[in-house]
């Protein structure tokens, strides 16, 4: 039964931006095989998908009516493609057998990482497609997860200075002028990571009549999703980080108050480099909560940064980003793990006798489609796609982003449970 399938060497559930996609194709042929070429495709896909509303107009009886609409945004971040035997064009014999294939590739440094968000994903996919002139194609898929650390050694010096911001208003209450409040918020940075606990000061000047009751403090992060299929429009994923107030200031007074910024550790930061269709902001919001008949005076940082390695004053070369020896942990085997006695072949002679076709044992996933289409069963990853020519109905197969399906997909385990799952404290990335 001809079959191709995708055998990675170096994965243990996480690549890290920077690290290298090490694996193989491994294609069997029943006989002898006429192909254009044999090639492995690496993907970062972005997607988002809701239900929206648009008028249109009957002509049944000239109204104008509301109809329920899908609406997709769709962007591939990076393809590329590796042609490991033959070319696009013409064509070639290929032997009956057992043939590998080896592929390895450095991923960026600066990519998102993998997200599952309420109305879309960034997935990352590696194909394999054994083209075949005039028939159909023999190919396998494998859904791989990524992490980008935010590294702020690795970004502008002027995130870690101090910034100040300040705003002021005239109290008037029925007519009558009562003063000035200003409120002042002082950052020592406005770069900051999950766990991490940041001393910060809030004045307020009171001139007025009028009393400021309280002041809140709020920090809060918006992912904005949008579509562009049939027409641009957009979602907010709206998360109160922390909120907390604190006691007021009387008519003609000033008060000072030296503050803390406790960052939740468990915090999940998205990294959405060079994504056209997802953005997240962070805003530190103070406001200055006046009497009934004055409305509150905010003051907003709206430049603050979330990210995930700390700043150290020192900027780790290329060669040590992401540390291979830590992350992700070395299980030191394969990945999938060969199968005894299918790969590598024993020794003494290549085919061994009896060794093709392959016996009927399970494979570590399912290792791609045979000549009339039927599937395997999967036991690990995800399936591959069914023998048509149909790349719906194979993106389907592979309940990727755009395919209906009643079961959710599990989303990809955040920065901090990697490291979690690997024994090691956060934030420890980059090592010492």
């Known amino acids: 039964m001809s079959q191709c399938r995708i055998c990675l060497e170096n994965y243990s559930g996480t690549y890290y931006a920077g690290s290298e996609i090490r694996g193989r194709i491994e294609c069997y042929f029943d006989d002898e095989t006429t192909v254009r070429g044999i090639k492995i495709e690496i993907k970062c896909k972005e997607h988002n998908e809701w239900t929206g509303t648009e008028e249109y107009r009957d002509p049944t009886d000239n109204s104008t009516k509301t109809r329920h609409i899908t609406l997709t945004g769709d962007h591939d971040v990076f393809h590329i493609k590796q042609m490991l035997f033959g070319s696009e064009s013409g064509s070639r014999e290929v032997s009956r057998g057992h043939h590998v294939y080896p592929f390895s590739y450095h991923l960026p440094y600066d990519i998102p990482s993998s997200y599952h968000g309420p109305h879309g994903s960034i997935i990352y996919k590696i194909k394999a497609v054994v083209d075949r002139p005039m028939r159909t194609d023999y190919e396998d898929k494998?859904?791989?997860?990524?992490?980008?650390?935010?590294?702020?050694?690795?970004?502008?010096?002027?995130?870690?200075?101090?910034?100040?911001?300040?705003?002021?208003?005239t109290v008037c209450c029925w007519c009558c002028q009562g003063g000035v409040v200003t409120v002042e918020l002082e950052l020592p940075k406005i770069a900051f990571t999950p766990g991490e606990?940041?001393?910060?000061?809030?004045?307020?000047?009171?001139?007025?009549?009028?009393?400021?009751?309280?002041?809140?403090i709020k920090l809060r992060k918006t992912v904005t999703f949008r579509v562009t299929d049939p027409q641009s429009e957009t979602k907010v994923d709206v998360d109160d980080i922390l909120s907390f107030g604190e006691h007021g200031v009387g008519a003609h007074g000033e008060h000072t108050y030296n503050l803390t910024l406790a960052i939740p550790p468990g915090l999940e930061v998205p990294n959405f480099t060079k994504c056209n269709l997802f953005k997240v902001e962070y805003l530190l919001k103070v406001t200055a909560e006046?009497?009934?008949?004055?409305?509150?005076?905010?003051?907003?940082?709206?430049?603050?940064?979330?990210?995930?390695?700390?700043?150290?004053?020192?900027?780790?070369?290329?060669?040590?980003?992401?540390?291979?020896?830590?992350?992700?942990?070395?299980?030191?085997?394969?990945?999938?793990?060969?199968?005894?006695?299918?790969?590598?072949?024993?020794?003494?002679?290549?085919?061994?006798?009896?060794?093709?076709?392959?016996?009927?044992?399970?494979?570590?996933?399912?290792?791609?489609?045979?000549?009339?289409?039927?599937?395997?069963?999967?036991?690990?990853?995800?399936?591959?796609?069914?023998?048509?020519?149909?790349?719906?109905?194979?993106?389907?197969?592979?309940?990727?982003?755009?395919?209906?399906?009643?079961?959710?997909?599990?989303?990809?385990?955040?920065?901090?449970?990697?490291?979690?799952?690997?024994?090691?404290?956060?934030?420890?990335?980059?090592?010492?």
Not at 197 to 216: E, G, Q, R, Y
Request: charge should be negative; glycine fraction near 6%.
């Open 290 to 432: 006046m009497d009934s008949c004055t409305m509150d005076l905010d003051v907003e940082a709206w430049d603050i940064q979330l990210g995930h390695v700390q700043y150290t004053g020192t900027n780790p070369p290329p060669s040590a980003y992401p540390p291979t020896n830590s992350y992700p942990p070395s299980s030191g085997v394969a990945y999938p793990p060969p199968l005894a006695g299918v790969y590598p072949p024993p020794s003494g002679g290549y085919p061994p006798a009896g060794f093709y076709p392959p016996p009927a044992v399970p494979a570590p996933y399912s290792p791609g489609f045979a000549s009339n289409g039927q599937e395997k069963t999967a036991l690990m990853g995800p399936p591959s796609a069914p023998m048509d020519d149909n790349p719906k109905a194979r993106e389907a197969a592979m309940g990727g982003p755009s395919a209906p399906s009643n079961v959710p997909d599990a989303p990809p385990p955040t920065y901090s449970e990697v490291q979690q799952a690997s024994n090691l404290p956060y934030p420890a990335y980059p090592p010492k």
């Open 142 to 169: 494998f859904i791989f997860n990524v992490v980008s650390p935010i590294d702020f050694n690795r970004m502008s010096k002027d995130l870690q200075e101090t910034t100040s911001y300040s705003d002021d208003k």
């Open 197 to 216: 606990t940041i001393p910060f000061k809030v004045n307020i000047t009171n001139l007025s009549n009028t009393n400021v009751d309280n002041i809140k």
